[in-house]
Nanobody
Framework: QVHLVESGGGLVQAGGSLRLSCAASGGTFSRYYMGWFRQAPGKEREFVAAISRTGSDTYYADSALGRFSMSRDNPENTVFLQMGSLKPEDTAVYYC?????????????????WGQGTQVSVSS
């Protein structure tokens, strides 16, 4: 069982940056592929980024490509999402998720464990 806790959300102006963190506990962190998803009010949860067990491979949604960067620190059991050039349409609750066997996946059902989310709000 993996417990995930996100932090780093907040209110930022368009064009600004935020760095989200997700701390994991209760499992061997390096065994898990990790992902970031987001959900805006009235919309379905959508994929943002995913990373391999070692951090050598990443995969991004088109909306995140070139603006967001996902990384991980296995000794610290933490995964990060560095977000830049933020837009009002990036406003959402951001969730980190972990999967054991699903790989670097954009599919939410592949992930077994989810955090509680952190709110990101981007003002215009």
């Amino acid at each position: 069982q993996v417990h995930l806790v996100e932090s780093g959300g907040g209110l930022v102006q368009a064009g600004g940056s935020l760095r989200l963190s997700c701390a994991a506990s209760g499992g061997t962190f390096s065994r898990y592929y990790m992902g970031w998803f987001r959900q805006a009010p009235g919309k379905e949860r959508e994929f943002v980024a995913a990373i391999s067990r070692t951090g050598s491979d990443t995969y991004y949604a088109d909306s995140a490509l070139g603006r967001f960067s996902m990384s991980r620190d296995n000794p610290e059991n933490t995964v990060f999402l560095q977000m830049g050039s933020l837009k009002p349409e990036d406003t959402a609750v951001y969730y980190c998720a972990a999967n054991l066997l699903g790989g670097v996946s954009a599919r939410a059902p592949q992930y077994q464990y989810w955090g509680q989310g952190t709110q990101v709000s981007v003002s215009s």
